[in-house]
């Protein structure tokens, strides 16, 4: 494979960190939010575990889904557009010519010198195609989200992030599970924007502590409505 397709994929691959930073992260903020919320309403660890179970996996189930239906609509529209691009450039190939042109000088080039790059690659079809596609309309020629690869990525990412807050209400007393629970998400969620940083050539402590300041926003949110809930109805809320 020669080094330029290499480097392709592997930008192509890293396009993947949309759906697993959205799947953990939500993973994450959901269940220890949930758990939270729970605890603090007074329910028991089995209570709590099976909540936290069925909203992992239904969660899992349902991201996934709209996963691959957004990406498969996109990637469905994505390819109308080139179809009818490339039907627009075969019934009026002067108009495609002009619009190419006037693109290349905006990048910076002199007409003189689009000219004479719109004129030789007239005479390629398939790549005059691909650059009005990518110069003129913005529609690059990379791969548009795999709907089926998007999809797990988000379904296993959602699952991993909703299992990090519940293990501390397996293995360790409930009256500090939560803390334990809060501390290893923000951990979890600093390290992914810390993952994310470094990808995207950003500050990594910035990053992680933009995640960081989410999770801590979202457990608060779900513990201050477990106790609402539980005011209002007097007693810690019933087993479903």
Same mark, same amino acid.
């Given at each position: ?5 290499? =480097? =392709? ?6 396009? =993947? ?213 539980? =005011? ?9």
């Amino acid at each position: 494979m020669l080094p330029t397709e290499a =480097r =392709r994929r592997e930008i192509e691959a890293k396009g =993947r960190i949309r759906e697993f930073v959205f799947g953990i992260q939500d993973g994450l903020i959901s269940t220890v939010g949930l758990l939270a919320g729970m605890q603090a309403a007074g329910s028991e660890r089995f209570t709590i575990l099976l909540a936290g179970a069925a909203a992992v996996f239904s969660g899992a189930f349902s991201m996934s889904a709209g996963a691959y239906l957004s990406a498969k609509a996109e990637k469905e529209i994505f390819d109308h557009e080139l179809d009818k691009e490339a039907g627009f450039i075969e019934r009026e190939p002067y108009a495609a010519q002009e619009g190419l042109l006037q693109a290349l000088c905006r990048e910076g080039l002199t007409r003189e010198a689009a000219y004479r790059i719109v004129g030789l690659m007239r005479e390629q079809k398939s790549v005059f195609v691909a650059t009005f596609q990518e110069k003129v309309l913005g529609l690059g020629s990379a791969d548009v989200n795999n709907p089926v690869k998007g999809a797990l990525v988000m379904a296993l990412s959602f699952i991993v992030g909703g299992v990090i807050p519940m293990l501390p209400f397996i293995m360790a007393p409930l009256n500090i599970a939560l803390v334990i629970a809060v501390a290893s998400t923000a951990a979890a969620l600093f390290g992914v924007g810390v993952f994310k940083g470094r990808l995207a050539g950003q500050s990594v402590m910035r990053s992680g502590m933009e995640f960081l300041v989410i999770a801590l926003i979202a457990t608060g949110i779900g513990y201050l409505i477990g106790v609402v809930l539980e =005011r209002m109805a007097g007693v810690p809320l019933p087993m479903a």
